[in-house]
């Protein structure tokens, strides 16, 4: 009886062992990168947690020391840091909106008959691919200059010359230029789903009587939907991260007019070394980052789904 | 429907109507481009004066000027960056992708969540304790800093975006190779690299756009050894007068090699953007 359990139990152990060793050879692969990622994001990520909670400045030696939530409260009561979430969030919800509605009108334009689709399409990505420090150095010198630049020039005309647009309207310039560069990419997502879309229900509407307004909001744009969710959300988790037309354009000025949260960690950890304050920044950061996120993740999968299931 | 025989007619005068609006937005957007290409073939009192100059000869001579001076050595260090951070991109990416995909681990949906998760980790996550880091180990203004961090950046998405073509190759394939004795490396060597090849250009060439654009990291990170492309730009903020030729020129030729592989890389750019969930 014994010997009988005894070799079955080994049976049963050479089984569940050669089992665990497949699902070590499966992960097996999938080590290198899951470790990389782990050392370079989380480990400093737990590091950002506890300096947090911590007073130091690089510039001063030995001015560690644990400051509990000081940090914290500061964030809560400075001012700075207000105006900087809340230009992060002007920023952000304006480019993405106004990008939306363009990407989709030029999307719509690029997926009708029109001459020389392939060639407009080719040109209007331009503007997605170029150096972001480079395309906000051309808005800034030889487009928006109120006295070389061109459109100042061209405004003259109509009473709005000599008008300096990056320090009038620093907001708005930094709108223009990052709504310049991301409506290339909402156009681009919007119009893969208006080309996944079947040309003969379109075809059978029209049939039926439907006029063009109709069909494309009772058809088309529920069919676009999740893409433009896709595009808004994959874009604002960019947006959001804004830094290099600012510091080109306005380096957060005048004042703090154009100062969003990532040019403000900028300033406070690399201009004036406080880590413990530029950490509780980065914490407060991923939070909001990651509601955001959530939602983004949730739409790629549905449309991953959607794709699967075709 | 009130009119049949107006029907054709009317789609000719719409068609020509909306290609003549959609050409007029093309031109707006790509406008900017177009005018810093102008820019870069003029000289410099052409390219300063008010009115501007919109005809005259084209000059090679801001082109030379960037190209003898010292933007080189920004230039090639972001090629470094650049490439090796993409190729270790793909040493790691290809296996993890490979067993997300072909043989997939227990709950694979949860670590491709995780990978993505990292993309999208705002650089205050990490920043302080990696440039501490960095500054410890003396890797402050050393290109090695820069091609570990856009490796970071890149892999994710890389490993999103190589899974989504790895899951177009039949399965049968695997199947054949497996009963045919073939190894994992012969696998992956034989069957996966060759059949996937496109899918490796184009995850290539979309961490070769982020990295060769990336600011936030090559400025605080670098100062003058390992300085990269846009750092080289920096120095026209202020302090070099109006120099908008030579920055337009300079601003061309960095931003080339990523106009070039987005422009090659078109129909794939979509699918990179958006890590393989739009085709």
């Known amino acids: ?310 | 429907m009130r009119a049949n025989t107006m029907v054709g007619g009317r789609i000719q005068v719409s068609k020509v109507v909306w290609t003549l609006v959609g050409w007029l937005v093309v031109f707006i957007f790509f406008f900017p481009v177009l005018w810093m290409w102008l820019e870069g073939f003029k000289t410099e009192p052409q390219a300063a004066s008010s009115p501007p100059t919109i005809f005259f000869v084209p000059t090679l001579m801001q082109f030379q000027e960037v190209l003898s001076g010292d933007f080189p050595p920004f230039f090639i260090n972001s090629a470094v960056a650049s490439i090796a951070s993409t190729f270790l991109v793909l040493v790691l990416g290809l296996p993890a992708a490979y067993a997300l995909a072909i043989r997939p681990v227990k709950r694979t949906r949860d670590v491709l969540f995780f990978f993505i998760s990292t993309r999208f980790l705002p650089f205050a996550a990490s920043l302080v304790p990696l440039y501490l880091l960095a500054r410890d180990l003396h890797l402050l203004d050393n290109i090695l800093a820069l091609v570990l961090i856009y490796t970071t950046i890149n892999l994710p998405l890389g490993v999103w975006l190589l899974r989504s073509f790895l899951l177009e190759i039949p399965n049968d394939l695997f199947e054949a190779a497996r009963v045919d004795g073939a190894g994992f490396r012969t696998e992956i060597l034989r069957i996966v690299v060759p059949l996937i090849a496109p899918g490796i250009a184009a995850t290539s060439l979309i961490c070769l756009i982020f990295s060769w654009n990336e600011f936030f990291y090559a400025v605080n990170f670098t100062s003058s050894v390992a300085a990269t492309a846009p750092i080289f730009l920096v120095g026209f903020i202020s302090g070099r007068g109006l120099f908008y030729a030579k920055l337009a020129a300079a601003a061309t030729l960095a931003s080339l090699p990523v106009l070039l592989a987005g422009w090659i890389a078109q129909k794939q750019l979509i699918r990179g953007l958006t890590m393989g969930a739009v085709k």
């Open chain 1, 1 to 310: 009886m014994i010997s009988v359990a005894g070799s079955g139990g080994a049976r049963e152990t050479t089984v569940a062992s050669v089992a665990r060793r497949d699902a070590w050879l499966r992960r097996l692969p999938l080590l290198p990168a899951f470790v990389y990622v782990v050392l370079v994001t989380q480990i400093p990520f737990a590091l950002t947690i506890y300096y947090s909670f911590f007073s130091w400045n690089l510039l001063k030696p030995g001015s560690f020391r644990f400051s509990g939530l000081d940090n914290y409260t500061m964030l809560l009561t400075d001012e700075t840091i207000r105006t900087a979430v809340l230009n992060t969030v002007v920023l952000t919800l304006s480019v993405i909106a106004i990008s939306v509605v363009l990407g989709l009108a030029i999307a719509s334009l690029l997926n009708s008959e029109v001459f020389g689709r392939g060639l407009m399409r080719t040109l209007m990505i331009a503007p997605f691919l170029i150096m972001p420090t480079a395309g906000a150095l051309i808005w800034k010198d030889t487009l928006l200059n109120p006295i070389f630049g061109l459109l100042p020039n061209l405004l003259t005309p109509f009473g709005l010359g000599r008008v300096d647009w990056v320090s009038k309207y620093p907001m708005a310039t930094v709108v223009t230029v990052e709504v310049w560069r991301w409506t290339p990419f909402m156009m681009l997502i919007i119009l893969a789903g208006l080309q996944s879309q079947n040309p003969e229900i379109l075809e059978a509407a029209r049939v039926d009587g439907a006029n063009a307004i109709q069909s494309f909001r009772r058809i088309t744009l529920p069919l676009v939907r999740p893409f433009i969710e896709l595009g808004a959300l994959l874009g604002s988790l960019f947006v959001v991260q804004t830094f290099d037309s600012i510091y080109m354009l306005t380096y957060g000025g005048p004042g703090q007019d154009t100062t969003n949260l990532p040019f403000l960690l900028y300033l406070v950890a690399f201009q004036g070394f406080s880590i413990g304050q530029a950490s509780a920044i980065g914490v407060v950061a991923v939070i909001l980052t990651t509601v955001v996120a959530t939602f983004a993740l949730r739409t790629m999968f549905s449309i991953f789904q959607v794709e699967a299931r075709r």
